[in-house]
């Protein structure tokens, strides 16, 4: 069985900084793309940043230069550091598990975690 189990959320001041964490199991995600999307409510899910298997880094526009993606593969687990939060990056933060072979093999998802940022 598939899991990816978010932490490190809550309620932060604008200005301030948290680091998610994700960690999987029942799959070998060295070899999955790692991504963390993000859905504020009355929005669409967005990319807020994703890591490949080979370390390469993509961000969403609005977070760029503030959030850091990084992964720890012995410890089947991704980070997301957020620095510089704003109100508007209030959202259920979600991990995102993805590998494509020529087709979709797999892609799997957390169950979420709330970022509040709000003084």
């Known amino acids: 069985q598939v899991q990816l189990v978010e932490s490190g959320g809550g309620l932060v001041q604008p200005g301030g900084s948290l680091r998610l964490s994700c960690t999987t199991s029942?799959?070998?995600?060295?070899?999955?793309?790692m991504g963390w999307y993000r859905q504020a409510p009355g929005k669409q899910r967005e990319l807020a940043a994703q890591?490949?298997?080979?370390?390469?880094?993509n961000y969403g526009d609005s977070v760029k230069g503030r959030f850091t993606i990084s992964r720890d593969n012995a410890k089947n687990t991704v980070y997301l550091q957020m620095n510089s939060l704003k109100p508007e990056d209030t959202a259920v933060y979600y991990c995102?598990?993805?590998?494509?072979?020529?087709?979709?093999?797999?892609?799997?998802w957390g169950q979420g975690t709330q970022v509040t940022v709000s003084s």
């Open positions: 890591i490949t298997s080979s370390g390469s880094t």
């Open positions: 029942g799959i070998f995600s060295s070899i999955y793309t």
């Open positions: 995102n598990a993805v590998r494509y072979q020529g087709t979709l093999k797999g892609d799997y």
